[in-house]
């Protein structure tokens, strides 16, 4: 058999030749051939995320911490970790000839003889507060969304150490030009160490080289300050931002959103663009305010000596709450064996500060203990959808509140001309009551806000339309809510009560963990009581039954009147004017 | 002033002398009779009838707007219960009523926790009448001369060395109770350091030697004439350099850099992230659904 080669083409005598790539393609291609990075980009390139204004509150923190990496490799090129005693000589007058230590004299040069050293200092100063600030509301955001639920626990955890270390991170920084404020509250915290019954005088004789304030602490708090957490501070980052990306960041439900999808933009061109921006404007801030905004002015506080003190020596914001719960705290100390116990300092600055943090670590696991919720969310919950979390963080937040006021007591006290005593005695009974109130309010407030989507779920929306029945009555007409609206409003979860299972087996042996599991089950009753679940499909049906049975009967008013629509936007009305009148 | 004050001093140490009362009686005695022949000419005759009238003056002004809580004769007044109602003004000295009716202190509004500064009441002859009177109920300090409180008279360099010893001698002395920067502070039951910044020269050099409300005195032994005006001079050089970071919140420390941390930090780049989500990629100018 013969073949026809007439039909084949005669063209394509040599092997298919790729376009000559462009420049960028070149060097992209080289870079892939030995980097591998055309896989990895391929897949993380096109990751998509969800777009909401309180998925950036995060971003917030990591560009402030970029920030704070730029400015502070800055600062260092002039600071000197040193306590060695010199004489002022730079240029700001009413310091000149003052003793100080070289880390001050350093400061003031970074402040006035080095171009744009004030500048970078303040931003430095501004976009730590910045940091820790934005920390706190991403904190936040991601709580009361329920974004901590599982499979994103230790990412919470990780969240929580990034705080503390931010932290500690400030304080060592504020810490370093060794003027008067700061001074003082490095004498704070070596009180605060000596607190610690039996090894509070180590811990304070370790970490200062003996007897406060000795010549040590300042290059300690130096290492401490630009080696060791910033290390740890970027490793954490790392990996909160490595467990994001395999997580896959949370959305809010809605049509089309699901727990297996993510629903938004690309990483490029959108998220790129976004973030990136976002750096700039992060920075800018910072560096405006760093312009613009004196903080922290040193040469009015003066070189630290022990004689020495001002009034208003706050710490800054981040450390002012456990502040305010020493402030508060009534003198009470005992001796035992000629030992002095300050339970006055201990337990306020110690205590408690660990003793919050340990609950705001434990808040996913406890949740999860209490409602038996094992499952993966990828979904967001509004915060009245779970009514007892939100209410339990507003009242975390009223604590904290409360305490951070009473840290600024006697600031508040001159302000707003008030009794520095009297805040003091308000305040110790408002940290336990105030709470309290917060929670009862949040919980009934979130309660109150369920029934509303309730109502809008099974009687419509209000649309401001009064009618009038033939009997004189008025009454307002409802309209049903436009299904994308009613499918959002209904994707969550109904809430499962925890149940044990039978207290006893067969045998009549009590099952391991019966008793703990009766006060699970207790807890978790509680933990949903009142909360309103969403209408059944039923109670959807039997709802949209009658709406169309009103419908019916107000049917004759139209054509006689205005039905609504006129008014509210739901549909155009061009052409259609106001009948029968 | 000064030279009398250190008379004063040396005098005290030879005090416990065995005939030293004797000794300074004859003293006191002679030098009064001396004096009154000597200096009485006819024009000082005069001065003296004019200062005879300011007191007398004073005295009324006294009698209408400060006996009902000073006494009559400045005595004080005693409240059932013990208190001060008003305190005995014997002894408190010129400088003392310079201070109170002249930054508007006294005459009190109203009994509280502390006077506050508020409108002057009394015309600058007025105040200086109830100096006047007031001086003649017992020896204090009086109203200092500019030359005690002003670095005027120095040269740059002695000015510059004044005012690097009053800001060391202001972090010691001052800023526990009156701020870093004189802003103010909070003290205990409703009073409250005042603030400093923006005060006349004078009036800082009397309250500190009069010591007024709960404010120490501080003595010319606790800190001399000098180092008061190199105080003064601290101060008055931050109110000319002020403002060298930029605004100042108020000088109040920390607590006001977290609430503008807070408000416009914080504030501000949550405004820019609702900003930035409000406006997705799009190709026509309806906003895309994602």
């Known amino acids: 058999m013969s073949i026809d080669t007439s039909r084949v083409a005669t063209s394509n005598s040599s092997a298919a030749t790729a376009k000559k790539p462009g420049k960028a393609g070149a060097v992209a291609n080289w870079a892939d051939e030995r980097l591998g990075l055309g896989t990895a980009m391929k897949k993380n390139l096109r990751k998509v995320f969800p777009d909401h204004w309180s998925f950036m509150l995060g971003e917030i923190a990591l560009w402030s911490f970029v920030v704070l990496l730029l400015t502070g490799v800055f600062l260092t090129l002039w600071y000197h970790p040193s306590m060695a005693e010199v004489v002022y000589e730079g240029s700001y007058d009413p310091l000149r000839g003052v003793l100080m230590s070289d880390a001050m004299a350093s400061t003031l040069d970074i402040s006035f003889d080095v171009r744009g050293g004030l500048m970078i200092r303040q931003a430095h100063h501004w976009a730590a507060m910045i940091f820790i600030a934005s920390m706190m509301i991403h904190l936040l955001r991601v709580y009361f969304t329920g974004a901590y639920r599982k499979p994103r626990e230790l990412n919470w955890v990780i969240g929580c150490l990034l705080l503390l270390l931010g932290t500690l991170e400030g304080f060592t920084g504020y810490s370093l030009p060794d003027d008067l404020l700061s001074g003082t509250g490095i004498r704070a915290a070596d009180g605060f160490m000596k607190s610690i019954p039996v090894v509070g005088t180590y811990v304070s004789f370790f970490l200062f080289g003996g007897e406060f304030p000795g010549d040590q602490i300042i290059p300690r708090l130096y290492m401490i300050h630009v080696l060791l957490i910033p290390g740890l501070l970027l490793a954490l980052i790392a990996a909160h931002m490595l467990l994001l990306v395999y997580h896959k960041h949370t959305q809010w439900p809605g049509p089309g959103r699901t727990e297996e999808n993510v629903v938004g933009f690309p990483m490029l061109p959108v998220y790129a663009a976004k973030a990136g921006g976002f750096f700039f404007i992060v920075f800018g801030v910072t560096a405006i305010m760093g312009g613009l905004l004196g903080i922290n002015p040193i040469w009015k506080y003066g070189p630290y000596d022990p004689t020495k003190v001002t009034a208003g020596s706050q710490p800054d914001w981040y450390m002012g709450w456990p502040d305010g719960a020493l402030r508060i705290m009534p003198g009470w100390e005992f001796h035992l064996g000629g030992y002095s116990f300050a339970l006055n300092v201990f337990l306020p600055i110690i205590v408690l500060p660990g003793l919050m943090f340990t609950i705001l670590l434990l808040l996913p696991f406890i949740e999860s203990w209490i409602t038996g919720d094992k499952r993966e969310h990828h979904l967001l919950e509004r915060p009245r959808n779970a009514p007892t979390r939100t209410a339990l963080m507003v009242s975390l937040m009223t604590f904290y509140g409360l305490m951070w006021a009473a840290g600024g007591n006697d600031i508040i006290a001159i302000t707003l001309n008030s009794d520095i005593n009297q805040i003091t005695y308000f305040m110790r009974v408002a940290v336990f009551v105030g709470p309290a109130i917060a929670f009862w309010v949040t919980r009934r407030w979130c309660i109150s806000l369920q029934r509303h989507d309730e109502a809008k779920l099974l009687h419509g929306y209000e649309t401001g339309v009064i009618m009038r029945s033939p009997e004189g009555g008025y009454s307002e007409r409802h309209l049903p809510i436009s299904e994308n609206a009613a499918y959002t409003l209904t994707a969550r979860d109904r809430d499962v009560v925890y149940t044990p299972g039978s207290e006893t087996d067969e045998s009549g042996v009590a099952a391991p963990g019966g008793r703990l599991n009766g006060l699970r089950a207790k807890l978790s009753e509680l933990w949903f009581a009142d909360n309103v679940q969403k209408p059944t499909a039923q109670e959807l049906e039997e709802a949209r039954h009658h709406a169309e049975h009103e419908h019916a009967l107000t049917a004759a008013l139209d054509g006689v009147a205005a039905d609504g629509h006129q008014f509210d936007g739901h549909h155009a009305v061009e052409g259609e004017s106001l009948r029968g009148h | ?290």
């Open chain 2, 1 to 290: 002033m000064r030279i009398l004050n250190s008379a004063a001093g040396r005098l005290s140490r030879l005090r416990r002398g065995r005939l030293a009362g004797a000794l300074l009686l004859m003293v006191g005695l002679l030098a009064a009779g001396g004096l009154w022949t000597a200096v009485m000419t006819p024009a000082s005759a005069e001065k003296t009838q004019d200062l005879a009238s300011q007191v007398e003056e004073g005295r009324k002004l006294f009698l209408v707007g400060c006996s009902t809580c000073h006494g009559t004769n400045g005595e004080g007044i005693l409240t059932d219960r013990g208190n001060n109602l008003g305190p005995s003004l014997v002894g408190v000295g010129a400088a003392a009523v310079d201070f109170q009716v002249g930054t508007g202190r006294m005459p009190m509004a109203q009994p509280g926790a502390q006077a506050p500064r508020k409108d002057v009441a009394y015309s600058d002859e007025e105040t200086a009448a109830l100096a006047a009177y007031v001086a003649t109920l017992g020896p204090g300090p009086a109203i200092p001369a500019e030359s005690d409180y002003s670095i005027d008279g120095l040269d740059s360099e002695a000015q510059e060395a004044a005012i690097v010893r009053g800001g060391q001698l202001f972090l010691t002395n001052c800023t526990a109770c009156h701020n870093f920067e004189g802003s103010g502070g909070a003290m205990p039951n409703g009073g409250y350091a005042p603030t400093v910044r923006g005060v006349d020269s004078k009036y800082i050099y009397e309250a500190l030697l009069t010591g007024p409300q709960t404010m120490p005195t501080f003595s010319n032994g606790n800190l001399t004439p000098d180092q008061k005006r190199d105080i003064i001079a601290y101060l008055n050089n931050l109110n000319d350099s002020a403002g060298v970071g930029g605004f100042g919140m108020g000088s109040l420390g920390p607590v006001a850099e977290g609430l503008f941390a807070w408000i416009v930090g914080i504030g501000g780049l949550v405004g820019f992230a609702v900003w930035i989500a409000a406006h997705t990629t799009r190709s026509s100018k309806k906003k895309v659904q994602a």
